[in-house]
Each structure stands twice: as C-alpha cells, then as structure tokens.
C-alpha cells in the first residue's frame, strides 16, 4: 500500500511477506474464534434457549456463515494484502466504504480483544483455586499480564506470534476433547436419543440460539488480515477462512453434544453452570482434568488477544499509510518486520478501554458486554463484504447469477442474529448497545468526513493504491505496490468502475 505524500519515505517499510503458510493462518482465525472461551462459557447459554437442540444450532450457523466465506473467496482468492478486508470492501463498494469497514473491524477486533482479556483473569483465578491455592489474583493486574505479554509477542515478530497461538489453542482443544472422550466412554455410546429426536426443542428457542452460535463462530476471516505477510495468499487464505469455520463449527457441534448429554446424565442443568467442563469432569471422576483445562483455556484466551492485536494492528497499518490516521502509526519496523506503533497503540487502547470498563463491572459482566458489542461490528462487516463481492465481480465483468444467489443467502442468513439482536429486547443495558455502537459508526464517518475536508483528494487516492496494489496473479504480495507507490497514479481511479 502506498502512504499519503506528505509522509516520508522511510514510512513505505513492508511488513515481512511470504512467511506464514497454511498452518499458521488457519490458526490466526481459529485463535480469534477462540473455540474453548466457547466450550467453557457459551454452550450454557446456547443450551438455555435451544436444550437439546443446541448441537443443531451450532450446524444451522456455521452452514450460514458458510455463504459469506463464499463471498469472501471472491476477493481472497484474487487479491492479498494487509488488513484485507479494509482493502476488499474498498474495491468493492468504494474507499468510503472501505474506510467504514476498517473503523467498524478496529471495534470487533478490540472487544474481542477485551473479552480475550477477561476470560485470562477468570480462568487465572479458577486454575489457582483447581491446584489448590488460595490465592485471588486482582482482575487488572491478569489484564496488564496478559496485555503485556501480547504486545511484546505481537511487537517482535509475526512468526512467532501465529507459531504460538498454533499450539496454544490446539492444547487447549486437545484438553477438550480428552474430556469429551472420557465422557462418552463413560456413557457408553455416542447415541443420545433425547438429543437426535430434539425432544422439547422450539423453533423460537432454536432460532435465538443460532443466534449466540453466529456470535460463537465470528472471526474467521481474520487470517485476510495478514495477506501481506502470507505465502502464496491467494491460495493459503481462502483456505485458511474455510478451514476455520469447518474445524471450529465442527468442535462446537460435537461439544455442546457431549455437554448436554454429560449433565443430563448427572442429573445437572447446564445453563446454569458457570464453569461447565469443571462440573462435568467431577461428575465424572476425573477431576484432575480440571487444572489443565483451566491452563488451557488461559492459553487460548491469551491467544485470542494476541490474535486481535495482531489483526486490527493490521488494519490500522493500511488505513493510517492512506491518511485516515497518523502516518506513524503505518510504519513497520527495520528489523522485526511488524506494524510495531500500530500493535502498540492498539493494544494499549485495548488495555485502557477495559480497565474502565472493570471500575464499573466484574470481569464475567464484562465479558459477555463484550462479545455483544463486538458482534456488531462483525455483523455490518459480514454484510458489507456480501454486497460488495457482486458488486466487485460486476465491475471486472464476471458476475454469474450464482455470485448473486450466494449474496442474497449470505444477507439473509445474516438477518438472522440482527433481528435477534433486537426481538425480543434485550435487558438493560445490552437494549441499549445497538445504540452505543451507532454512536461508533457516526463518529467514524464524522472523522472521515474531516480528514476529507483536510485533504480533498485522499479517497480517490485510496481508491486509486487499492486498485493497483495486489490483483490476481500477482502473489509478490504488497512490496511490489509499495515500491511503485511513487510512480504517477494510473489513469483510472474508480475501483467501480476501472478493471483492475
């Protein structure tokens, strides 16, 4: 991506390409789906609306979710570059657009963060008291740790960063499923009738749980993030985006089984425990599983934060070398090769913004606040990209009814948690989200519209490095835009309308 004019060259530094393969990037998206704060904490909820038809719930939303990874395979499969969703709704429906969408993932990216950090202090305090120790660790300093530590990982080097969070969130699942296993062993078959036949399932009930299920699942997309640093991206990120949907939608479906079929053999109501895999392993006699699946579940939550700092860091990277914020923040480091200032100041907003928010709230409350506000922003992004993808084929001249079809589904199974985000209203104060994250919205597009008026010209010039920066076939990745980016621009700047 090329910076705004005024910046000084020494900016234009490219992040290092070419480095994460497969592996990594399919468990940048897992991380930041974060299928164990899922197995620990939201299948009691799921469980409360849908009973036994909450494995079900899990398959409807991740069939739904499927349609957008179609829409996203568009532009992944054709483009690459840092923070690309920013960049693929930019080409699609515009630099304005495109802006709106990178402020709206700079929010879902920072309270999943937030959410990552409060599931650290809870599952902290909980393996302390699974050895033994009775020892209450004060929320804020868990939040400094863990902020801390994902800094300084994110800060040296992208390797070792998507390396790190590989292992550490496949230990945690690996826990998971150890006891899932042990649980069935000792049920004696994988056949729970009540839950194969849906008995005592309505429909109403199972619609507001695909609707906490969607909420499960966001994130997958967040190894676009990291085109420029991906090998072969145009191949390894479409796949990255569908495996993670397929390997966690998979988890959650086989989990929430197991867990429902767990309690009810115990005689225990699960959407009314708080630590569901501790209950269940005591009922079962393996207690001891208790202290690793806590020590997992730390390191997935760390993993998730580590995942969001290194995602919208990317985001602002992009965003700030085209004028939306201070071309500092844009700048990579000579030798680490990461957006350092970005991961910085992104990780310390993070870090400010919770520990507000724990002067008014218990780290719990505050974990669940922030999911919710989180699955805004992803819902808006999820839409944009959908509507942008046919939009973007139209302009190249290769739009197929079924690019439509798949928009049309992808909308409407979108429509789904957005309504149910709404009806039936929700208590205080989560009524009230909706509104806080409008808020966000105008004064994004209040920004925009200033720095417009500074610089007259500074959406054209996004539109116009957007459209020359990474296109198909052209797997160098971002350096090669970069090293050109003070070259004339090209004569059409309309990403709409101009073939890219």
């Known amino acids: 991506m090329s910076i705004s004019s005024s910046e000084p060259s020494s900016a234009a530094a490219q992040v290092r390409s070419g480095v994460l393969g497969f592996p990594t990037l399919v468990a940048q998206s897992i991380a930041l789906i ?16 849908a009973g036994n038809g909450t494995w079900l719930s899990y398959l409807f939303a991740t069939l739904m979710l499927g349609f957008v990874v179609m829409n996203l395979k568009v532009f992944s499969s054709r483009s690459a570059s840092a923070g690309s969703m920013y960049a693929y709704i930019g080409r699609g429906l515009g630099a304005k657009s495109g802006v709106l969408a990178g402020w709206t993932l700079l929010w879902a990216y920072g309270f999943i963060a937030i959410a990552g950090l409060t599931g650290f202090s809870i599952f902290v305090n909980q393996f302390l008291d699974a050895i033994g120790v009775d020892l209450n660790v004060p929320a804020i300093v868990c939040f400094a740790v863990s902020a801390l530590l994902c800094w300084f990982v994110a800060y040296k080097d992208i390797r070792v960063s998507s390396l790190l969070m590989l292992v550490l969130e496949g230990l945690s699942m690996f826990l998971i499923v150890a006891l899932c296993v042990t649980m069935v062993v000792r049920h004696g078959s994988i056949v729970d009738t009540p839950q194969l036949r849906l008995e005592g399932v309505s429909g109403h009930g199972l619609m507001l749980a695909v609707v906490t299920c969607i909420f499960s699942l966001v994130g997958f997309e967040s190894a676009t993030a990291l085109g420029g640093e991906a090998k072969n991206p145009l191949v390894n990120i479409p796949r990255a985006v569908r495996w993670s949907l397929i390997i966690t939608g998979t988890f959650f479906i086989l989990v929430s089984y197991v867990e429902v079929m767990g309690a009810r053999d115990h005689g225990l109501s699960l959407a009314d425990l708080s630590a569901p895999l501790d209950s269940l392993a005591d009922a079962y006699g393996v207690g001891y599983l208790k202290a690793p699946i806590c020590l997992g579940a730390i390191l997935s939550f760390f993993s998730l934060t580590l995942s969001c700092v290194n995602a919208g860091a990317r985001i602002l990277m992009p965003m700030a070398r ?12 000579v030798h680490n090769r990461t957006p350092h200032i970005a991961v910085t100041a992104y ?3 993070i870090f400010a913004v919770v520990a507000v928010l724990l002067i008014f709230n218990d780290p719990l409350t505050i974990f669940g606040d922030a999911g919710t506000l ?3 922003g992803f819902l808006l992004v999820y839409f944009m990209v959908s509507v942008a993808a046919p939009a973007y084929l139209r302009a190249r001249g290769e739009l197929r009814p079924k690019n439509i079809a798949i928009c049309v589904a ?4 979108l429509l789904v948690p957005t309504i149910g985000s709404f009806y039936p209203v929700p208590p205080a104060p989560v009524r009230y989200f909706p509104y806080v994250f409008a808020a966000y919205i105008v004064v994004g597009l209040v920004w925009m519209g200033l720095v417009s008026l500074r610089n007259r010209h500074v959406l054209s010039e996004i539109e116009a490095d957007l459209e020359r920066s990474v296109d198909i076939g052209h797997t160098a990745d971002i350096e090669v835009a970069a090293d050109t980016s003070d070259a004339p621009q090209a004569s059409s700047t309309s990403m709409k309308g101009g073939q890219v």
């Open 347 to 349: 990780a310390a907003i």
């Open 374 to 376: 989180a699955a805004f």
């Open 322 to 333: 085209h004028g939306m914020f201070s071309g500092h923040v844009g700048k990579v480091h």
């Open 34 to 49: 974060s299928p164990t704060m899922t197995a620990v904490l939201i299948v009691p909820l799921t469980f409360s609306y």
């Open 410 to 413: 992808a909308v409407v199974c």
